[in-house]
């Protein structure tokens, strides 16, 4: 299932269920694991972890050195869960010793062509990106966030489970769960109904987390006078208390 023509590193371990297509180029320290695809030309870089089912088309780059200054050659590393798909001309980057050295990519994500992925970014699971969208250095993806194409991520920044980026935005702060952003600097539009929808959210639910959303975003109220104001309707709707948590936790504050 290896193609005679794919060049392989000795100390490249793959599975005997890894398919490897001509002129792929693996090289030492990166693992795969059985039923991954990898299409010609790809190059996959080490140290990195690939799990199983993932498919990776041509010409992608994974898991090569961040594009970053600061790196001096340390050993970091790039984690990939299951059943990915990286399209044509992904760059996917290692992490740094200045976060926790290790970029991180969960399960059941799409890449279309040309997303960058830059150095210690952590993306959760069920997430799609479009076509050239792309994240900064340290940026946080929640699961089932969707990215426009061509949208673009500032470091650091984090983007909440459920959220929508349209086609073009910038974000420069913090996405709340489920909310939409758009623009040039993105600013929010209310919620991602339509994709909470599809994941099985109740309209009743989608209703109490719109009610959330005004309260952060409609009464004028401080951030902590809002968290104070959600955890009265934690009881009622238990997803509300993402809301809370990254409010909590932004170190950017939010998209407004």
């Known amino acids: 299932m290896i193609d005679k023509k794919a060049i392989i590193d000795p100390k490249a371990k793959i599975d005997e269920n ?7 180029v693996i090289g030492a320290d990166v693992e795969i694991a059985s039923g991954t695809w990898i299409g010609s030309h790809a190059v996959i870089k ?10 990776i088309f041509q010409f992608a780059s994974i ?10 050659g340390e050993k970091t590393y790039l984690e990939i869960g299951e059943r990915n798909t990286f399209r044509e001309f992904c760059t996917i980057n290692r992490g740094t010793v ?3 050295g290790i970029t991180k990519i969960g399960h059941n994500n799409l890449f279309m062509n040309y997303v960058h992925v830059a150095h210690d970014c952590v993306i959760g699971n069920d997430t799609i990106f479009a076509n050239n969208a792309s994240l900064a250095g340290h ?9 426009g194409g061509f949208a673009g991520v500032l470091q650091f920044c984090h983007l909440g489970a459920h959220s929508f980026i349209s086609t073009g935005a910038i974000v420069l702060k913090d996405v709340l769960p489920y909310t939409k952003v758009s623009g040039v600097y993105a600013k929010p539009f209310g919620l991602n109904s339509v994709g909470m929808s599809r994941h099985g959210f109740s309209s009743e639910t ?3 987390l719109k009610r959330g959303y005004r309260v952060i975003y409609r009464q004028n109220l401080t951030v902590s006078e809002a968290i104070k104001e959600l955890e009265t309707m934690v009881g009622e709707c238990p997803e509300i208390q993402l809301y809370i948590d990254m409010l909590e936790g932004s170190e950017r504050g939010i998209v407004r």
């Open 139 to 147: 940026v946080h993806v929640g699961d089932y966030v969707i990215l």
């Open 46 to 55: 080490g140290p990195s972890r690939i799990g199983r089912d993932n498919k």
């Open 98 to 100: 200045q976060d926790h």
């Open 18 to 24: 890894v398919t490897i297509e001509p002129y792929a």
């Open 63 to 72: 898991g090569e050195i961040p594009q970053d200054l600061k790196f001096q």
């Open 206 to 208: 989608i209703m109490t």
